[in-house]
T-cell receptor, first 115, second 109 residues
Framework: NAGVTQTPKFQVLKTGQSMTLQCAQD?????MYWYRQDPGMGLRLIYY???????DKGEVPNGYNVSRLNKREFSLRLESAAPSQTSVYFC??????????????FGPGTRLTVT | RKEVEQDPGPFNVPEGATVAFNCTYS??????FFWYRQDCRKEPKLLMS???SGNEDGRFTAQLNRASQYISLLIRDSKLSDSATYLC??????????FGSGTRLQVQP
């Protein structure tokens, strides 16, 4: 039982390049989330998916797209990376419909630098 | 104004000390409250929920004051392993959580 996994762990991009951050969970959770964490800002929600087939914008969605590929996988895409997107990206999941909906399980994060 | 505000610290305390952190939230409609812990360069993990009546988990005590819109976390008998950043987290009307920027604790031998 790996919990939440993210790939890659580290990435350096040049301005204008695109990339997809991958996230998968094996806990059979319905809800999945993408956050970014910047110094002094706390975690900010980019997008979330309450269930397979649905996605919703969070606090800072501009410049990102997401795909809920199936119940396990939720990917985050940067179409044209900008230096302002340099951050640590965390994926999380929760069993929002049953059990404890507020305990979110986080992946280890992806450290992205855009030059 | 941030939805959830915390003193960033760092709080430097000796082993065995008692330390308390406060957090304020701006939305009076907030429904649920939590403390998460984040170790350096690691992911956040749930430490404990915060209930109106106050709750305790071993050396950790959490309190909620709805009238003043603040949440507190008290750690007694601090251990070196308590060194981390403590994130105050609030749920307001939707599934997603709002995180404070965290308070850093450094427990020294």
């Amino acid at each position: 039982n790996a919990g939440v996994t993210q790939t890659p762990k580290f990435q350096v991009l040049k301005t204008g390049q695109s990339m997809t951050l991958q996230c998968a969970q094996d806990m059979n959770h319905n809800s999945m989330y993408w956050y970014r964490q910047d110094p002094g800002m706390g975690l900010r929600l980019i997008y979330y998916s309450a269930s397979e087939g649905t996605t919703d914008k969070g606090e800072v969605p501009n410049g990102y797209n997401v795909s809920r590929l199936n119940k396990r996988e939720f990917s985050l895409r940067l179409e044209s990376a900008a230096p302002s997107q340099t951050s640590v990206y965390f994926c999380a999941s929760s069993d929002a419909d049953t059990g404890s909906p507020y305990e979110q399980y986080f992946g280890p994060g992806t450290r992205l630098t855009v030059t | 104004r941030k939805e959830v505000e915390q003193d960033p610290g760092p709080f430097n305390v000796p082993e065995g000390a008692t330390v308390a952190f406060n957090c304020t939230y701006s939305n009076s409609a907030s429904q649920s409250f939590f403390w998460y812990r984040q170790d350096c360069r690691k992911e956040p993990k749930l430490l404990m929920s915060v209930y109106s009546s106050g709750n305790e988990d071993g050396r950790f005590t959490a309190q909620l004051n709805r009238a003043s819109q603040y949440i507190s976390l008290l750690i007694r008998d601090s251990k070196l392993s308590d060194s981390a950043t403590y994130l105050c987290v609030v749920l307001t009307g939707r599934r997603a959580l709002t995180f404070g920027s965290g308070t850093r604790l450094q427990v020294q031998p």
